[in-house]
């Protein structure tokens, strides 16, 4: 019997496809950037490309990155994007990150097997301690 | 020297308890001393700080809690930390360092990110994740 219907391996895969398209705009810029840029935002958005290669192979050993997905997502909603947009004081590029970032958490929670999450990564013993 | 022998068939033959360890180690370091210099900047920022990194680096220090208790499954995590300081540090800190032309940030992201670099390949049991991510048959087609 399979854990996961073949349509939520497809979904996931689609979702990270998308992400292996829609980031490729920062990976190329890690490639040609100014000399003075930070970068750290580009690194992290590049290695965030690497596991989406990943996850089109392995969509369910990848799961993880998908959890932290819409974890820093959600952390970014509630501790810049919806404050700043109810003040109207923020980001210069708060409209932009409200759809490119703050819509994601729910397109997250849509894609992520929950019943798969709640099985391995809640219920399932841990790792040995000894 | 019977007790061994009657033990070893219910060990993980993957990966050994040692190898557990340093990953729960790595874990334990980036959820608790990474986030508790990251985690600060989500309550206390400029009012039009973009937020991206604060949040980025505080997700990833809140998943590490959970490798604590499950080491191999969050593997991911651990690969993400190694290909991002790699990635930062051969495209933007190596090149910064040598050409002497550095963003006002490059003292304080070089040294955390370097030691990463340093330590991350040690950390990945290589052996499992080779069997396990590379060489496996991936998830069904159809």
Known sequence: M??????????????????????????????????????????????????????????????????????????WLFAFGLPQWSSGVGSPRLGEDLWGIGAFPIVCAIVIPWGYVWRHYVKAPGERWR | MASIAASAPTADPELSLFRVYVMRAIYFLIAFAEGSQVVPALFNHE???????????????????????????????????MAWKYIWFFAFGLPQYLSGQQPPTFADDFMPITVGVVIMPFVIPWGYFWRNYVKAAGDRWR
């Open chain 1, 2 to 75: 399979n854990e996961v219907s073949l349509v939520r391996l497809y979904v996931i895969r689609v979702a990270a496809v998308l992400a292996v398209w829609g980031l490729w705009d920062s990976v190329r810029t890690i490639i040609e950037h100014s000399p003075f840029d930070r970068g750290v935002h580009k690194a992290l958005l590049g290695g965030l490309w690497l596991m989406a290669l990943f996850a089109i192979r392995y969509p369910l050993k990848m799961v993880p990155i998908l959890l932290f997905e819409m974890v820093w997502k959600t952390i």
């Open chain 2, 47 to 81: 009012a039009t700080a973009r937020g991206v990194i604060p949040a980025l680096l505080s997700g990833l220090c809140l998943m590490c809690v959970l490798g604590l208790r499950y080491p191999k499954q969050m593997l991911p995590l651990l690969l993400f930390e």
